[in-house]
């Protein structure tokens, strides 16, 4: 079994700035893609950013320049840097990863998601 489990959300005024973490544990030979998504109430799921094995990184057009995905590796950990918020970022932030497992078996996991509110 693995589980992830998101940690930083909160509330913040525009312009500030949050770090969530997304760690992974259980069952793990090693984890290739991570990624973070975000769900606004009545809108769709959206990626946010994404960060490979290798690692590369992409961003989505609202958020570059002011996100940085980062992962380590030896902690199964991904991070998200979020810098000068925006009311639109407000969302519940969920983290996702393609965990390789025994018998060279590949799954996707989601955690529970952290809440995100930019507002004054």
């Known amino acids: 079994q693995v589980q992830l489990v998101e940690s930083g959300g909160g509330l913040v005024q525009p312009g500030g700035s949050l770090r969530l973490s997304c760690a992974a544990s259980g069952s793990i030979v090693g984890i290739n893609a991570m990624n973070w998504y975000r769900q606004a109430p009545g809108k769709q799921r959206e990626l946010v950013a994404g960060i490979t094995s290798a690692p590369s990184t992409h961003y989505a057009d609202s958020v570059k320049d002011r996100f940085t995905i980062s992962r380590d590796n030896a902690k199964n950990t991904v991070y998200l840097q979020m810098n000068s918020l925006k009311p639109e970022d407000t969302a519940v932030y969920l983290c996702?990863?393609?965990?390789?497992?025994?018998?060279?078996?590949?799954?996707?996991?989601w955690g529970q998601g952290t809440q995100v509110t930019v507002s004054s």
């Open positions: 996702n990863a393609d965990v390789k497992r025994q018998y060279g078996i590949n799954e996707i996991y």
